[in-house]
DNA sequence: GAGCACTGC
């Protein structure tokens, strides 16, 4: 008879082995009180099904167990119900599965409530950002995102309300998959009885189980002696359920992508063959040029007799909702859809009906420069991981063709194996902070999954010291550190508010930070640029974005947050909406560390200065207008230094189009991001003007000019691998 | 001089 041990149970059995067959277990186990037969009965059909015995006793034996699934292999609904049926929610445990996305977290737990014929927020429920539903002592599965589990380590930092941690598409190499992986390996020397499955595409599953520990076993056969848990980490392998896709290249290559993924389109499009297309492209422009192309095929092909006709669509986040889900309506009888999407159709949604993917193999990817200090995104080739993947989205309802704008030997040779991981392309101010306040005290130490380059570490080391969320020990500061690392912000915006908030000014800053940190609230729709710009400069004033998003933020309270009022205003309220959250989230976590919530009643000047405390890393100083160009109509491109950078690391700086100060020019500016064009440019985002002392008011800027200048003395470190040398002033905040 | 991949707390 089958015994499932729970942790903390462990008894060796008799007979060793602790599992006879699937029949056995299954009668042992509590079944939930209601199932629904015919869930029941698919439930059983699934892949993973097949290895529910050995996934029990994999994990049983193993801290850390390894499920290399594809997609459609069903893992994600029940591996977390087996642990359940097989006791580890006994004891006040919970079973918890982390997902990358809100959507996923949220459609996983309500599918799975509905299996065990509970109500969400019972047996079964779901934790993300703003939702929490989950009832404590009942709950024994949690679907939640990853950064919320995160998040709920700062208070548990043990996770002890937990038996088992299930880490899903740890493939895709996520900031908080990673950082979560590192803590769970930490977590599991100080708690043996914790349980890690991690739930992986197959490329990345090696490297995830030699992270785990080097001795990793395969199957059961290979299995520890009976009755110990093996440190060593467990693989397997479970099969998935999709349809086959034949995979194209091109014969020559292309100069213009779009234009041959327009050409692509009409010739699978004549072929007469049932299904939808989706294209991959890098960008919101792109996606609307190529409906643009689209559209105008589709009426030329209008005039043939009989034939299916081409409906065309773009698809990005920045869409207004209704278009958004139009895009996932079925097309009407007689019509084609052929939808020009961002990466947002790789993984974040998925379109029924697709038989044909046509892929640029190019992305807008995010990459950072220690050097400069600037993240921003480029336009890069793909991995073949990612190709893969975008390939899979045409075989879901049944055999498929993908066809790859580049040609075979470039695809092979210049498409890398797997996506460089997110924390090796990305300013880490925010995530050292997360570790340093879960007490991991030598970040240049720890053991991460990837490595992000060593100037990273210490540049994010230096931005936290003159935030003064660090001290010159590098370690967390009371209560400025330990309260900007609460707060839901990135770490510069939460200086901002708590500035605010000694200043008086903190009901005006938690506004701006809140809408700093959604995206862009401008709705612009394709052909109405005129109208959006003036709509922004409706609300513009001269001391830049951040204190215009006041006056948007006002009239739309104003107009009662009228939809109607977003619209035509070209502002996009569900982005507004979710700022309201965020603001409201910010506003809570203000009164629990008994933080006034007060206005400056209009002076705007209170408001520059609390944002000042927060972003005056990121100064910039008009300097020197450039001539470029040829035309004389041309009046030059006006550049701006960055004050930060060092002599060396000066790049081509200017103010973005979209921003209200473009045509100002101010002599000091204070930005919150910047945006790389494809012509080399540099340019500022989400503005706002300041005088120059404002600047040296902050004491931690002074602080962070004094270490420069000591450390300018010392010697420049070589870093190895990279062929780059630390910047000499970098060395004096480093004692870790 | 003309525009902002995608997530997450």
Known sequence: MATFLRPGERKPSAFGVSFDSDRDGEAALPMPAVPNQGLQHQRQKLPVSKHRTEILYLVEHHQTTI?????????????????????????????????????????????????????????????????????????????????????????????????????????????????????????????????????????????LASFFDASTVRGRKAGPVPGTVS?????????????????????????????????????????????????FLTGQEECDRCTNLLEEEARRLRRRQGALRLMPMPLYAGLPAAQQLQVFQPPPR?????????????????????????????????????????????????????????????????????????????????LRAATVPEMQRSELAGTVLQLKALGIDNIMAFDWLAAPPSETMVRALELL??????????????????????????????????????????????????????????????????????????????????????????????????????????????????????RNQLCSHLRRVSLPLASCDGDVTTVQKALAAGLFTNAAQLSDTIYESLD???????????????????????????????????????????QQNSSGWYEMQDLVAVQPEWLTECAAWEAAIAAAEAAARCEAQPVTGLGLRLEPRLCAVQHL
């Open 334 to 414: 007689g019509y084609r859809k052929v939808v020009a999407a961002t990466n947002i159709a790789e993984t974040s949604v998925t379109l029924e009906g697709v038989v044909y993917v046509i892929d640029s193999c190019f992305s807008k990817q995010k990459v950072y420069n220690p050097l400069t200090g600037l993240e921003s995104l480029l336009v890069a080739p793909i991995s073949r991981a990612n190709a893969q993947q975008r390939a899979g989205r045409a075989g879901r309802v049944r055999p498929g063709h993908c066809l790859r704008l580049c040609t075979e030997e470039t695809y092979e040779r210049e």
């Open 67 to 207: 499920i290399v699934g594809e997609t459609g292999s069903g893992k994600t609904t029940q591996v977390p119900q087996y642990l359940v049926e097989a006791g580890w929610a006994q004891g006040g445990r919970m079973v918890a599965c982390t997902q990358p996305r809100r959507v996923a977290a949220m459609t996983v737990a309500t599918r799975v409530a509905e299996e065990m014929g509970t109500h969400l927020g019972q047996q079964v429920g779901y934790s993300i950002r703003f939702e929490d539903v989950c009832t404590p002592g009942v709950t024994h599965i949690k679907y939640c995102t990853d950064g919320v589990l995160l998040r709920d380590m700062l208070a548990d930092p043990l996770l002890s309300a937990y038996s088992v941690i299930m880490v899903d598409e740890a493939h895709e190499r996520s900031l908080a998959t990673d950082v979560l992986l590192g803590l769970l390996k930490k977590v599991q020397r100080r708690r043996p009885d914790l349980r890690v499955i991690i739930a992986s595409a197959t490329l990345e599953a090696e490297k």
């Open 231 to 279: 440190k060593a980490s467990a693989l397997l392998s479970v099969e998935g359920r999709t349809h086959p896709v034949q995979v194209h290249y091109l014969e020559q290559p292309t100069s213009d992508y779009v234009q041959t993924a327009v050409q692509a389109a009409v010739n699978l499009h004549e072929e007469d063959m049932p299904g939808d297309i989706l294209i």
């Open 632 to 674: 004389p109509a041309y009046t030059g491109t006006n550049m701006y230094r960055l004050v930060r950078g060092a002599a060396g690391q000066q790049v081509k700086l200017r103010i973005h189009l979209g921003s209200v100060l473009w045509s100002c020019k101010p002599q000091w500016v204070l930005f919150y991001q910047v």
């Open 465 to 582: 010291h003159a935030l003064g969320a660090l001290d010159g020990d590098a370690r967390l500061t009371k209560p400025v550190g330990q309260q900007m690392a609460e707060l839901p912000l990135d770490p510069r915006l939460g200086k901002c508010l708590l500035q605010a908030a000694a200043s008086g000014c903190s009901a005006e800053v938690v506004t701006i930070v809140a809408m700093l940190s959604v995206q862009s609230i401008w709705a612009g729709a394709h052909g109405e640029k005129k109208a959006l710009n003036a709509a922004k400069m409706r609300f513009a004033v001269g001391e830049g974005d951040l204190i215009s998003y006041l006056n948007v933020w006002k009239a739309w309270e104003d107009s009662g947050r009228s939809r109607k009022w977003s619209h035509t205003n070209f502002i996009n309220h569900r982005t507004m909406l979710r700022a309201a959250d965020i």
